[in-house]
């Protein structure tokens, strides 16, 4: 995402959640866009913690395993976002690191919970592991990845869902487990699990800066028990002086310790060395690859989620004209509305905001990942920046091709990640200009491409609209291009119709 504003687009959709803390001047974050809803956070938590404690020792010690829950319970009380249940455990391994899984599965490496000098530093390493399940982080690193191989579907939520369609989405990226897509984040995540890590602290009784320091202390260090930690976590620019500057924004009232960390500390040197991660591989040998497992492409009738009728696909027949009669579709959280030709079938994004709406037969899977392609039609979704925001600006800036106002940044984002999704399509220059959508000022340009799996030339038009909160609504409406004409009256009474409520709460 170079050229654009690192805010992304793509439909960005389902459930980013932004957070505002109690205390009136801290930084709020917003979190990126992300296709997974946050009970599908969970279930790829569960899963992936399920096959880490085979793959992992865990430490059985009762005191131990005590101490780091009650610490993590004062911590996670304190984390914005969704309520997770949060579940901290030891893993009985030397090397020091820390990781978190999706909804709420966080894990202290045995050799950290030794090299720390004493709560705060362990707070602070805690907090930002759990920064990172609260702005939903590893789902949104799986959205990214997972956005590579999905075509226009995914932009209005065209997903599976159900276990074996979140599984199926999960296998195409990496699988669960220890999964690099959930262990290692950008710089700009790692700012945003700082800044937010910086308040969890405050609001639990700990110094902000105990964090930073412990992050600055290891990065000193010349081990390889320790490379571990600097690869998965790289360090953003200046974040001692950030965390710094976002802790005189907070309160801090100190409270006792949770527990005697030196108590701990000597019981777990009494016990047998730990091994390392290298020793570890080494001891474990190949999963057996079971032949009922879910590998199933994504898109076969078994996973999805939205009406499959008897339709014909885009090989059979010509789609039957539009219905002159409409009726209406409002989004169930009541963000929107928009109507749509009574014969064309309505796919709702599974929990999310977006919505396809195509004529019947015209969704094809017949690219060589199954992904459900999008060759006629009209998408509404909501929008949020890819990478989220940090305070008032979006993360890691670029040029926008319109202008800095935040639609222009976000059209601009949007068209970029739309031209990486869908290779075959590009923008087309001088086509912008401005019109309303909604009642409101809005952005309209045009992508165009021949579509490799279909042969047919592709014509997008792209109408986007900043919401109050600085989140955005889009369209897209889809046809080849040698019937677009024909389909223009039907897409321009549906852009007409589309009807937002600025009230409702989303994202």
Known sequence: MKRLLTSTTLGAILMTCGFVG?????????PG??????????????????????????VNDAATNRYIASLGARLAAQAPGPKFDYH??????????????????????RGLLEQVHDEGELAGVMSHEI???????PTNQVTKAYMAQAGLGLLGGLLGGGSSGTGQIINAVGGFGLNTLFLKFSRSAESQADVVGSQIMARAGYDPVDMARFFNYLAQQNSSRTATFLSDHPAPADREARVRQEARMLQVHPLAAVGNLGSIQGRLRRMAPAPSMAQLAVRQQPAPQSSQSSN??????????YPQGNYPQNNGPSIERPSSQFRVYMQPDGLYQIDAPSNWTVYASNGGYGVTIVPRGTID??????????????????????????????????DSRFGNTTLEQATSDLIDNIEQSNPHLRYVAGTERRTTLSGQQAMMLTLRGRNPDTGDDEQVTLVTRALPDEHIIYMLMIAPRDDYSDLSPTFDRMMRSLRTDNRSIHG
């Open 33 to 58: 866009f992300n296709v997974f809803s946050v009970s599908q956070d969970v279930e790829i938590g569960q899963q992936s913690a399920a096959q880490v404690e085979r793959q992992m020792p865990v």
């Open 131 to 137: 920064a990172h399940v609260a702005l939903r982080h």
């Open 365 to 398: 899977e017949r690219n060589d990942n199954g992904q459900q392609h999008v060759s006629y039609g009209v998408i509404v979704n909501h929008y949020v920046p890819f990478n989220g925001s940090v305070g008032s600006r979006f993360v890691e800036p670029d």
């Open 22 to 30: 109690s205390a009136p001047a801290q930084t709020v974050v917003k």
């Open 296 to 305: 199933q492409p994504y898109g076969s009738s078994q996973s999805s989620n």
């Open 88 to 109: 901290f455990k030891v893993v009985d391994v030397s090397d020091v690191n820390a990781f978190a899984l999706p909804g709420g599965y966080i894990y202290v490496h």
